[in-house]
C-alpha cells in the first residue's frame, strides 16, 4: 500500500518557472533541440525523460485517459524540477490523453526522488486495483561547467570551478596568451592547469608536486601572480613561471626542517611577505627588508592591507580568533571580535575608504558568509587630515557592516585578493553538493 | 519548499542542540580531546578477539585511528594519524598525534579515551565538561539536549525489525506474519519509545540510500489484521524475542506485543541470552541492522547475508552483483518486504553527545570511523605548538 508523503501539483508556479528558465538558459543551449528533447534539460535528464516514458508506455494502457501527478522530493531545485516535470508532461502527452481529472483514468503518479548515488524517478501506474511501478535512476556527477554571476546586493560572488577533490587556491591569470591556460587550480600536491573550451573547463595539463614534508591536515596554498611572474605555494614546496610559457613551471621542494617559509601578501604599493609556517596554518609574522621576521605584529591567519600616506595600516586576523587593527606605525588601535579567519581588502572604488571582505564563525561543517565592512578612522594620517572639519581625531577606529552578507552553502577555507585587490579569490566548500568550488568575488557601488 | 527544507535536514550528518558560541573558522592545532565509551577494549592488538559486538565496534574504531589502512582480510597495517601513547585494557587509552602520517598530522595533541563508562555517567561527563565526545543511545537524544548537551547525529542508517524464523511453524504461514506486521504502529514506537529520533521504516533500505523507500508502506492496518487473523485456522500464540542485554530491543518487543494484542493476536515477548538453545523456541526476533556502506545494493546485499540464515529468504545476496539498477534494487527489496518474513519497523542514526569546544566533527556514517584525526578544539593556544608532541 504505497503512500505519499509530499505531494505537488503542476501548477501555474511551475509553468511560469520553466519559461523563466528557458529565457534564461544560455544561447547555445536553446538551438536547434534534437526532436523529442527539451532544450532546457542536460542530455543525462533527457535520457532519463525517455526512457522513464518508454516504461510507462510499456505498463500502461494507451487508449485510456491518464491523469499525471509530478512530486519532487529530491534536492532539485525548482528550476531545474519544474523542467524536468514540463519535460515529462510533454512527452506523456504524445502518448497518453492527460486529462486534469477523470473518475476512470489511470492515474500516474511520477515522483523525482533521490538515494546516495543518483537521483530516482519513480513511476507508480494505477489503473482500477492494479498498480505497477517502473523507475530510472540517473547517476550523479560532478559538474565542470563555468557557471554565472550571481548578484547578491553590493557583493557578487561568480562561481568558476568545482572539483568533488579539495584544492587550496584557483587563479585566472592575466595574460596568457591565446593557446595558454586560462585556469590554475592548486592542490596540496598537483598543479592543474585548464582551458574554457565550449563554456567548459578542459583539462591541459596537470603537474605532479614533490613537497619536502606531509602536508599538514588544513594546508592552506596560495597563487601569487605579479606581472608577468607567478608563483605558487604549498607546504613544503613552491613553484614559479611566468604566464606567457604557462603551465611550464619550475617547482622547488622547501626543506622538512625548516617549515617557515616567505609567503607574499598583497599591499597597493609593494609586495610584503610574511612567514608562513608550513606544518601547520598561520603566519608567525611580517618578515622586514632584512629578512627578519618582525614581532610587533602576532601570528595570524589573514591578513588585510591598506596604504595610505604614511605607510601601511594592517588589519589581521589573529591566531587567538580576533582580528585587530595596526596602524602604519604597527601600533594596534582597535581588536574586533567575533570573525572569521579570513579577511581580506577589496578595492570597491566607491570611495577612498577601506573596504574589508571577512567569513564568520564556525567550522567546517557550517554554512558561512562574507560581509563587508568600512574600516573607518584606520590611520592616524587619515584621522589627522579629517580633523579639520570633523570630531574624527578622538573618535576610535571601526568596522562598519556594509550591505547583506553573501551566503555560502559551507565552509570557506580562503580568500585571497587580488593582486589589484579589485577582486578576491574564495575556496569554500558546498555542504549540499560535496563540491569544493572555487567563485570571484567583488563589490559593486549602490546597487 | 518545506519539503526540500526537511529534506535538507535529513541529508544533514549532524544536528546540534545548545549550540556554542563560536570563535573560529581555520583549525586550531593542539589540546586533548576526552572521550567516553561504554566499551571496555581490552587490546590494540588488530587480531585480538573482543569479548561482545559493542567491544569489537569500539576497538575497530580505536584500530581505525592507530592503524591506516584496513587489507582485503580485514587486518589493519601501518601507522595512523594517532600512536598509543598508553593503553590501561578495559579502562584507558591515550593517543598521541603522528607528526609523520601520511595523511598529515591531525590537528589533536591527544585523544584521551576513558572505557567501561556506563551511560548516566557519559552524560554527566559531558555536561559537567569533563568529556569531550560520547556516544547517545538514539531514544536517549532527547534527554540528553533537555539536559543542554550539545549533539551530532548521523542520517539513519541502523535497521530495527522483525524477523520471522523461518523453521517455526506457527508463522509459516504469510497470512500470520502478515496479521501481525498490520498491527504495528510505528508512529508510536518513534514518537514515544524513540523519543521521535528515528523514522518509520517500511522498505529495508532507508530513502536516502535507496531513493525508494517512500514506495514502501509505514501505515498499521489492525482492520485488515484482524481479518487476517480471523482467517487463520489455527492461532498459535506468536513469541518474540530480543537480545537481553538491549533495553530498546525489549521496549520495542514489548509495544509490539501491545499492538499485537489489541489486535486480537496473542504475543509473548522473551529476552535471549548468548544461549542459543533458548532461541529455539522462539517465532521472531527483534534484530538491529546496521548499515555498513551507504550504497544500497552493498547494504541489502549484506542485509541478506544477516537475514538469511534466520528468515531464508527466498532472495540471495548474489542477486545484486552486476551493479543492478534502481528496478532491481526495489524489486528485490519488494520481494522480501511483500514476504513478511522482515518486517522492518524502525530507523535510527548514531548519536553522539559533543562539548562545545569540539570543532569539525562529522558524525560518521555507515562503515565510517570516528573522525577524530579531523577534529580540533577550539580554546587551544596555537602558541604553543612548539612544545606539543
Known amino acids: 500500500m504505497p503512500y505519499h508523503p509530499f505531494r505537488r501539483r503542476i501548477n501555474l508556479l511551475t509553468g511560469i518557472l520553466f519559461l523563466a528558465c528557458l529565457s534564461l538558459a544560455p544561447p547555445g543551449l536553446a538551438q536547434s533541440p534534437p526532436a523529442g528533447q527539451n532544450a532546457a534539460l542536460q542530455p543525462k535528464w533527457n535520457d532519463a525523460v525517455a526512457t522513464l516514458v518508454e516504461k510507462i508506455a510499456g505498463i500502461a494502457n494507451a487508449s485510456e485517459p491518464v491523469t499525471l501527478k509530478i512530486d519532487n522530493i529530491s534536492s532539485l531545485n525548482e528550476i531545474d524540477a519544474s523542467t524536468s516535470e514540463q519535460a515529462l508532461e510533454s512527452e506523456l502527452s504524445k502518448r497518453f490523453r492527460l486529462m486534469p481529472q477523470a473518475a476512470d483514468a489511470t492515474q500516474i503518479t511520477i515522483t523525482l526522488s533521490e538515494g546516495a548515488t543518483a537521483y530516482i524517478w519513480v513511476a507508480q501506474v494505477r489503473s482500477g486495483t492494479s498498480q505497477q511501478t517502473a523507475m530510472v535512476s540517473i547517476a550523479k556527477e560532478p559538474s565542470n561547467a563555468a557557471r554565472a554571476e550571481r548578484p547578491a546586493m553590493n557583493l557578487r560572488r561568480k562561481l568558476i570551478w568545482s572539483q568533488p577533490q579539495p584544492f587550496l587556491d584557483f587563479d585566472l591569470p592575466d595574460g596568457v596568451p591565446a593557446n595558454g591556460p586560462g585556469m590554475i587550480v592548486l592542490e596540496s600536491s598537483s598543479v592543474n592547469f585548464y582551458n574554457l573550451v565550449n563554456g567548459q573547463w578542459a583539462s591541459v595539463k596537470s603537474i605532479q608536486l614533490k613537497p619536502a614534508m606531509i602536508p599538514p591536515r588544513g594546508a592552506r596554498g596560495m597563487i601569487w601572480q605579479s606581472g608577468e611572474e607567478i608563483d605558487m605555494f604549498v607546504p613544503g614546496e613552491s613553484c614559479s613561471g611566468v604566464v606567457a610559457t604557462l603551465p611550464e613551471l619550475v617547482c622547488a621542494p622547501h626543506p622538512s626542517t625548516n617549515p617557515a617559509v616567505n609567503w607574499p601578501l598583497v599591499t597597493a604599493n609593494q609586495r610584503q611577505d610574511a612567514q608562513f609556517e608550513s606544518d601547520r596554518n598561520f603566519f608567525a609574522g611580517m618578515v622586514s627588508s632584512s629578512g627578519a621576521i618582525q614581532t610587533a605584529i602576532p601570528p595570524f591567519y589573514t591578513a588585510a592591507a591598506k596604504a595610505s600616506g604614511d605607510g601601511t595600516s594592517w588589519l589581521v586576523a589573529g591566531v587567538d580568533g580576533k582580528a585587530k587593527l595596526f596602524d602604519s606605525s604597527n601600533k594596534l588601535i582597535a581588536t574586533f571580535p567575533g570573525w572569521g579567519d579570513q579577511v581580506a581588502t577589496i578595492d570597491t572604488g566607491c570611495d577612498d575608504s577601506w573596504q574589508v571582505a571577512t567569513t564568520g564563525t564556525g567550522d567546517s561543517m557550517e554554512p558561512d558568509h562574507i560581509q563587508i565592512y568600512d574600516i573607518r578612522n584606520y590611520a592616524q594620517s587619515q584621522a589627522s587630515a579629517q580633523s579639520t572639519n570633523s570630531q574624527s581625531a578622538t573618535t576610535p577606529p571601526e568596522a562598519v557592516a556594509m550591505g547583506q552578507p553573501l551566503d555560502f552553502a559551507g565552509p570557506i577555507f580562503a580568500i585571497w585578493p587580488a593582486t589589484d585587490m579589485k577582486s578576491a579569490r574564495v575556496v569554500s566548500l558546498n555542504l549540499q553538493t560535496g563540491m569544493y568550488e572555487g567563485s570571484i568575488i567583488s563589490v559593486s557601488c549602490g546597487e | ?389
Do not use: C
Open chain 2, 1 to 389: 519548499m518545506k519539503v526540500r527544507l526537511s529534506l535538507f535536514l535529513a541529508a544533514s550528518s549532524v544536528a546540534l542542540a545548545a549550540l556554542p558560541a563560536f570563535t573560529a573558522r581555520l583549525p586550531r592545532y593542539g589540546g586533548t580531546l576526552t572521550m567516553d565509551i561504554g566499551a571496555a577494549v581490552m587490546s590494540t592488538d588488530p587480531s585480538a578477539a573482543p569479548a561482545n559486538s559493542d567491544d569489537a565496534d569500539a576497538k575497530e574504531q580505536i584500530d581505525g585511528l592507530i592503524y591506516a589502512h584496513r587489507s582485503a582480510d580485514g587486518t589493519f597495517a601501518d601507522p595512523g594519524p594517532f600512536r598509543v601513547r598508553s593503553f590501561t585494557p578495559g579502562h584507558e587509552a591515550v593517543l598521541a598525534a603522528n607528526e609523520q602520517f601520511e595523511g598529515g598530522r591531525p590537528f589533536l595533541d591527544t585523544i584521551q579515551i576513558e572505557m567501561g563508562r556506563p551511560l548516566q555517567d557519559r552524560l554527566i561527563d559531558l555536561q559537567l565538561g569533563k568529556a569531550d565526545l560520547a556516544e547517545i543511545p538514539a531514544d536517549q537524544a532527547r534527554r540528553a539536549v533537555e539536559s543542554g548537551i550539545r549533539i551530532s547525529r548521523s542520517r539513519p542508517d541502523e535497521l530495527i525489525a522483525l524477523v520471522f524464523d523461518s523453521k517455526r511453524a506457527a508463522t509459516n504461514d504469510a497470512h500470520v506474519r502478515k496479521a501481525i506486521a498490520l498491527t504495528i504502529d510505528r508512529g508510536a514506537i518513534v514518537n514515544f519509545i524513540l523519543q521521535k529520533t528515528g523514522e518509520p521504516a517500511g522498505g529495508l533500505l532507508p530513502q536516502w540510500s535507496s531513493g525508494t523507500s517512500f514506495l514502501f508502506s509505514t501505515a498499521d492496518d489492525p482492520v485488515q489484521s484482524r481479518q487476517l487473523w480471523s482467517e487463520v485456522a489455527a492461532r498459535p500464540t506468536i513469541s518474540v524475542g530480543y537480545d537481553s542485554g538491549d533495553s530498546l530491543a525489549r521496549a520495542i518487543a514489548e509495544r509490539l506485543e501491545v499492538n499485537a494484542q489489541e489486535a486480537g493476536i496473542s504475543m509473548k515477548v522473551r529476552a535471549l541470552s548468548t544461549d542459543a538453545a533458548t532461541h529455539s523456541s522462539i517465532d521472531a526476533r527483534v534484530m538491529r541492522l546496521r548499515m555498513p556502506v551507504p550504497i544500497p545494493q552493498a547494504a541489502l546485499a549484506h542485509f541478506l547475508d544477516v537475514l538469511n540464515p534466520l528468515a531464508e529468504l527466498d532472495v540471495s545476496a548474489s542477486a545484486l552483483e552486476n551493479s543492478p539498477d534502481a528496478q532491481q534494487i526495489y524489486d528485490t527489496e519488494a520481494a522480501i518486504i511483500d514476504s513478511y518474513s522482515v518486517v522492518p519497523i524502525a530507523w535510527i542514526p548514531r548519536v553522539f553527545g559533543l562539548s562545545g569546544r569540539v570543532r569539525n566533527w562529522n558524525t560518521p556514517g555507515p562503515g565510517g570511523g570516528w573522525p577524530l584525526a579531523n577534529v580540533w578544539l577550539d580554546n587551544t593556544d596555537v602558541e604553543s605548538k612548539k612544545g606539543s608532541s
